[in-house]
């Protein structure tokens, strides 16, 4: 089993659709949790990013993180046709310490 | 304020070369990492540098190395490639303690 599962899709949604994102882990150590928005051939972008437990919201982006259920989700309201990236969510455990990626989920919002 | 910066942005070598690739951090930021991207797949940790030592390192071997300079940048040793060393190669830094990592664009190598 891997320590990060995520579906990598591709996921294909119409324009203004209500998008989710989700990751499972297996290692109830993991304390920070990030998501990354990536473009083709390019680096990742920092979206999102929570500690332990909890929401978070910035703008049509929302970040919840369930940690007795090693569950974590990003939801994409209102989503755009300039949304259509890969997104990566990934873990550590403490600051500064390596960070354990899923496979990404590849997202196209169509016009 | 520059973001990280990495050179080249492509590469093309033959099997059992050397290759040296180069990041440059965020302003302010002292502590780098590389990372491999496979075509496919989520980046996974190679090393990181903190004050010019390797601090921690990821599943890989020892043709794998690094280093890091006094001014923080940071370069990535491989050698004796092999077909399967060709991906896309990400750098991330932090400042200190920080738990927010920011990424470069990345070096595409290709090892044929």
């Known amino acids: 089993q891997k320590e990060v599962e995520q579906d990598p899709g591709p996921l294909s949604v119409p324009e203004g659709a209500i998008v989710s994102l989700n990751c499972t882990y297996s290692n109830s150590a993991f304390q920070y949790f990030m998501w990354y928005r990536q473009y083709s051939r390019k680096g990742p972008e920092l979206l999102m990013y929570t500690y332990s437990s909890g929401n978070k919201e910035d703008g049509r982006f929302t970040a919840q993180v369930d940690k007795s259920s090693k569950y974590i989700s990003l939801f994409i309201r209102d989503s755009q046709p300039s949304d259509s990236a890969t997104y990566l969510c990934?873990?550590?455990?403490?600051?500064?310490?390596?960070?354990?990626f899923g496979k990404g989920t590849r997202l196209s919002v169509i016009a | 304020d520059a973001g990280v910066t990495q050179s080249p942005t492509h590469l093309i070598k033959t099997r059992g070369q050397q290759v040296t690739l180069r990041c440059s951090p965020k302003?302010?930021?002292?502590?780098v990492s590389w990372y491999q991207q496979a075509l496919g797949q989520g980046p996974q940790f190679i090393f990181q540098y903190y004050e010019e030592e390797e601090r921690q390192r990821g599943n890989f071997p020892d043709r794998f190395s690094g280093h890091q300079f006094p001014n923080y940048s940071s370069e990535l040793n491989v050698n004796a490639l092999l077909l399967g060393d060709s991906a896309l190669y990400l750098c991330?830094?932090?400042?200190?303690?920080?738990?927010?990592?920011?990424f470069g664009p990345g070096t595409r190598l290709t090892v044929l």
């Open positions: 990934a873990m550590s455990v403490s600051g500064n310490t390596p960070l354990v």
């Open positions: 991330a830094s932090t400042k200190g303690g920080s738990d927010t990592q920011y």
């Open positions: 302003s302010g930021h002292d502590t």
